[in-house]
């Protein structure tokens, strides 16, 4: 979008240094088009940043919602780590059970 202003500044610049005389027909029409192009920018630039503020609301809403969802998460998989050490888990030993009931 920055690429089209530019060339719109262009053009004004080339209205200006011209001296391009709006009083004829086609001065008019170009002059009309230049001011048009400037407004269109200007609405594209207006609804890009209301765009870019409605994105940013609804990544915090989504953040706060996967917070939300996802709180108990972590607690859960810590059991299942890469580093988490199994043998350190109780496990149930038939051996033990059998040297108890002797």
């Given at each position: 979008?920055?690429?089209?202003?530019?060339?719109?500044?262009?053009?004004?610049?080339?209205?200006d240094?011209?001296?391009?005389?709006?009083?004829?027909n086609?001065?008019?029409?170009?002059?009309?088009?230049?001011?048009?192009?400037?407004?269109?920018?200007?609405?594209?630039?207006?609804?890009?940043?209301?765009?870019?503020?409605y994105?940013d609301?609804?990544?915090?809403?989504?953040?706060?919602l996967?917070?939300?969802v996802?709180?108990?998460?972590?607690?859960?998989?810590?059991?299942?780590?890469?580093?988490?050490?199994?043998?350190?888990?109780?496990?149930?030993?038939?051996?033990?059970?059998?040297?108890?009931?002797?």
């Amino acid at each position: 979008m920055e690429y089209l202003l530019k060339r719109i500044s262009y053009l004004q610049g080339l209205c200006d240094g011209y001296d391009l005389d709006t009083t004829t027909n086609e001065g008019k029409i170009i002059s009309e088009l230049v001011d048009i192009l400037s407004d269109v920018i200007d609405e594209m630039r207006e609804s890009r940043e209301e765009i870019e503020d409605y994105v940013d609301i609804i990544e915090e809403d989504l953040a706060d919602l996967e917070d939300y969802v996802y709180e108990n998460d972590d607690i859960e998989f810590d059991l299942y780590d890469d580093d988490f050490d199994f043998d350190d888990l109780e496990i149930y030993d038939e051996d033990e059970d059998e040297a108890e009931e002797e």
